[in-house]
Protein backbone atom coordinates (compact mmCIF):
# COMPACT_ATOMS: atom_id res chain seq x y z
CA UNK A 1 0.00 0.00 0.00
CA UNK A 2 2.70 2.54 -1.07
CA UNK A 3 4.55 2.29 2.38
CA UNK A 4 1.07 4.62 3.95
CA UNK A 5 -0.69 1.20 6.17
CA UNK A 6 -2.75 3.24 8.56
CA UNK A 7 -4.62 1.71 11.41
CA UNK A 8 -8.13 2.47 12.02
CA UNK A 9 -10.17 1.39 15.43
CA UNK A 10 -14.24 1.39 14.77
CA UNK A 11 -15.34 3.10 18.06
CA UNK A 12 -18.69 2.48 19.34
CA UNK A 13 -21.16 5.52 20.48
CA UNK A 14 -20.27 4.71 24.15
CA UNK A 15 -16.84 4.36 23.73
CA UNK A 16 -16.84 8.15 21.87
CA UNK A 17 -18.87 9.60 24.70
CA UNK A 18 -16.34 8.15 27.37
CA UNK A 19 -13.33 9.38 25.22
CA UNK A 20 -15.56 13.10 25.43
CA UNK A 21 -16.12 12.53 28.93
CA UNK A 22 -12.12 11.89 29.83
CA UNK A 23 -11.58 14.95 27.64
CA UNK A 24 -14.21 17.23 29.16
CA UNK A 25 -12.55 16.72 32.57
CA UNK A 26 -9.03 16.83 31.70
CA UNK A 27 -10.05 20.18 30.49
CA UNK A 28 -12.02 21.50 33.11
CA UNK A 29 -9.18 20.30 35.86
CA UNK A 30 -6.37 22.02 34.63
CA UNK A 31 -7.93 25.54 33.60
CA UNK A 32 -10.15 25.15 37.01
CA UNK A 33 -12.97 25.56 34.94
CA UNK A 34 -17.05 24.10 34.81
CA UNK A 35 -17.51 21.32 32.14
CA UNK A 36 -20.07 22.90 30.41
CA UNK A 37 -17.49 25.85 29.17
CA UNK A 38 -14.44 23.15 28.86
CA UNK A 39 -16.84 21.31 26.36
CA UNK A 40 -17.26 24.50 24.87
CA UNK A 41 -13.33 25.20 24.17
CA UNK A 42 -13.02 21.44 22.45
CA UNK A 43 -15.48 21.85 20.07
CA UNK A 44 -14.23 24.85 19.27
CA UNK A 45 -11.09 23.32 19.36
CA UNK A 46 -12.20 19.98 17.27
CA UNK A 47 -12.06 18.11 20.26
CA UNK A 48 -8.12 18.91 20.67
CA UNK A 49 -7.11 19.30 23.92
CA UNK A 50 -3.54 20.03 23.50
CA UNK A 51 -4.84 23.02 20.88
CA UNK A 52 -7.22 23.80 23.75
CA UNK A 53 -4.54 24.05 25.84
CA UNK A 54 -1.68 25.92 24.12
CA UNK A 55 -4.16 28.28 22.76
CA UNK A 56 -5.29 29.16 26.68
CA UNK A 57 -2.07 29.91 28.27
CA UNK A 58 -0.54 31.32 24.83
CA UNK A 59 -3.14 34.54 25.30
CA UNK A 60 -6.61 33.32 27.49
CA UNK A 61 -8.41 36.14 26.65
CA UNK A 62 -8.25 35.50 22.96
CA UNK A 63 -9.61 32.30 23.25
CA UNK A 64 -12.42 33.56 26.03
CA UNK A 65 -13.04 36.27 23.28
CA UNK A 66 -13.03 33.80 20.22
CA UNK A 67 -15.40 31.47 21.82
CA UNK A 68 -17.62 34.10 23.56
CA UNK A 69 -16.78 33.07 27.30
CA UNK A 70 -16.81 36.07 29.55
CA UNK A 71 -14.24 36.61 32.33
CA UNK A 72 -16.72 37.10 35.05
CA UNK A 73 -20.41 36.17 34.59
CA UNK A 74 -22.57 39.56 34.26
CA UNK A 75 -25.30 37.83 36.82
CA UNK A 76 -23.69 36.31 40.54
CA UNK A 77 -25.76 33.04 41.08
CA UNK A 78 -26.10 32.46 44.52
CA UNK A 79 -28.70 29.09 45.83
CA UNK A 80 -29.47 31.27 49.00
CA UNK A 81 -31.02 34.05 47.43
CA UNK A 82 -34.81 34.85 47.29
CA UNK A 83 -35.89 36.30 44.12
Avoid: C
Avoid at 14 to 32: T, W
Avoid at 58 to 65: I, S
Wanted: glycine content about 2%; cysteine-free; aromatic content about 8%.
Amino acid sequence: MNGLDQNFTILKESDIRQRQEDDIARVAAVLSLSKVLASILLRHYNWSVSKVHDAWFADEDRVRKAVGLLEKPVVQYSPNARE
